[in-house]
């Protein structure tokens, strides 16, 4: 059985050439139906679908925000193959002490068809904590289950630890 939902006309009215029939403001019911065949290639490569949503820089934020001076961290997903990606840490800061992000090693793994991914970043010479975090992929953010930092697993109780797409 088909879905309906209402959109808005901007785009569709443009697309369809018929603008100035009810205005901007006007919504159109339209029904969602999908082809077996697309959805037989969705289920075969939802892993490189994910993983090519990936690429681009993150930015660790709480729920609720933080107050300044806190954790400033950004990851950068280089590129991605399939369902691999690779990445680095591009941005460390704790407080108001940076970190050179070169003393830690650059990740790679696959994002798994539930979205879940690991971004594990161990110190290159062991002379600074390493850094794992472990998660689920939604559009643009990435919602952290586990963060770990050296030998602490980080926690705030109420707090939840996200990575979001920087734009």
Not at 122 to 130: L, Q, R
Request: with cysteine; glycine share 10%; proline share 6%.
């Amino acid at each position: 059985m088909p879905r309906c939902r209402c959109m808005t006309a901007t785009l569709l009215c443009i697309t369809l050439g018929a603008c100035g029939r009810g205005g901007a403001d006007t919504t159109i019911a339209t029904t969602d139906t999908t082809h077996p065949a697309t959805e037989a290639v969705a289920a075969s490569q939802p892993e490189s679908s994910l993983a090519a949503s990936l690429q681009g820089a993150w930015v660790l934020n709480r729920i609720p925000p933080q107050r300044m001076p806190g954790l400033s961290i950004t990851v950068t997903i280089d590129s991605v193959t399939d369902a691999h990606y690779f990445g680095r840490l591009s941005h460390y800061f704790s407080g108001n002490v940076g970190q050179d992000p070169g003393r830690y090693a650059h990740f790679s793994d696959s994002i798994r068809h539930d979205g879940t991914l690991t971004l594990s970043m161990p110190a290159i010479d062991g002379s600074v904590p390493g850094l794992m975090m472990a998660g689920t992929l939604t559009t643009d953010t990435i919602t952290l289950d586990r963060f770990v930092l050296g030998p602490d697993t980080i926690s705030s109780g109420q707090h939840r630890w996200i990575l979001v797409r920087e734009r």
